[in-house]
Structure formats: C-alpha cells, structure tokens
C-alpha cells in the first residue's frame, strides 16, 4: 500500500466514488406534479364535544389582610378537586399574591 496518498485518494477511501448527479429526480418530480393537480379537496369532518360531567368544587373562604391584628377582609376561592387540603394550599397560594397575612375559615363542598 502506497503510503503517499493524494487528497483526491484519501476522499475517494473515505467516502466513496462521487456518483454523477442524478437526472431520474427531474424526471420524477415532474411525473408527480402532475398526480398531484388531480386530487380534490376533502372535508373536515368536526367532532361532537362531549359535555363534561359532574366536575367537583370546593369552596374555600378566608380572612386576608395585610396588618397584623388589624383590618381583615373575606375572601371566597373556589378549587376543582376533591381534598380539601389541595384546596386549602391553591386558595392560600392564591391569597398570598396580595395579602401577607391569610387564615382558611371553612371549606365546604359546592
């Protein structure tokens, strides 16, 4: 094996023959336009909503404020779940935005 190779040799061992460009693809492309031109148009067919069941609710209400010991507004969040505590923790997750200081009087289902 010669051990001085020329650029051409090392591309032609590593990658292969270059192949000539193909003219099968023109010949192809147009072939296929022209199947294409004689499909018509298909309907959207849309599908009937189902309407949700019973979705349950929890109705959480607290007393938020921003003063320690001072005024306190009534506050009513209402949560789609079941647990009352997943309700508890979105209804304060939700009063902390705005109030600092928030305590859950009652949560009742709806």
């Given at each position: 094996m010669k051990s001085d190779l020329t650029e051409e040799e090392m591309r032609r061992a590593l990658f292969g023959e270059p192949e000539p460009?193909?003219?099968?693809?023109?010949?192809?492309?147009?072939?296929?336009?022209?199947?294409?031109?004689?499909?018509?148009?298909?309907?959207v067919v849309k599908k009937?909503?189902?309407?949700?069941?019973?979705?349950?609710?929890?109705?959480v209400t607290l007393r938020v404020g921003n003063e320690f010991e001072g005024k306190m507004h009534e506050m009513v969040h209402e949560a789609d779940t079941l647990s009352s505590l997943v309700a508890e923790q979105e209804a304060t997750k939700a009063a902390r935005?705005?109030?600092?200081?928030?305590?859950?009087?009652?949560?009742?289902?709806m």
């Open positions: 460009p193909a003219q099968a693809l023109t010949t192809t492309v147009q072939e296929t336009v022209a199947e294409l031109a004689v499909m018509t148009p298909v309907k009937n909503k189902v309407s949700k069941g019973f979705t349950p609710r929890l109705r935005k705005k109030f600092r200081f928030v305590e859950v009087v009652s949560v009742k289902s």
